[in-house]
């Protein structure tokens, strides 16, 4: 299994940037793909970004690119979310998530998750 632990979350005004962090234990990664996810209220989850652990090769969805970015820290089996320019509707519950050759941001694809950090931002 893999473990997944967020943390990073919180309160900031619009404009204003967080960074979150997944620490994954349990399994070496290189054959994983780790991704965040997010969750507004009333919403469906929704795929935001993904990282190849193996290569490194990263995909960030069109409604974030340019603003959140995606990357690691081999040594300490962490993905990270940095998060610029936030906007009200970036207001969700993030969870990171793995999965094992997952190709895609389909959900299905990604057998361990965590528990989630909430981001809210005021306007």
């Known amino acids: 299994q893999v473990q997944l632990v967020e943390s990073g979350g919180g309160l900031v005004q619009a404009g204003g940037s967080l960074k979150l962090s997944c620490a994954a234990s349990g399994r070496p990664l290189v054959s994983y793909v780790l991704a965040w996810f997010r969750r507004a209220p009333g919403k469906e989850r929704e795929f935001v970004a993904r990282?190849?652990?193996?290569?490194?090769?990263?995909y960030v969805t069109d409604s974030v690119k340019g603003r959140f970015t995606i990357s690691r820290d081999s040594a300490k089996n962490t993905v990270y979310l940095q998060m610029n320019t936030l906007k009200p509707e970036d207001t969700a519950a993030y969870y990171c998530?793995?999965?094992?050759?997952?190709?895609?941001?389909?959900?299905?694809?990604?057998?361990?998750w965590g528990q989630g950090t909430q981001v809210t931002v005021s306007s």
């Open positions: 998530a793995a999965g094992s050759g997952a190709r895609s941001g389909l959900r299905i694809e990604y057998m361990y």
């Open positions: 990282l190849n652990w193996s290569g490194g090769v990263t």
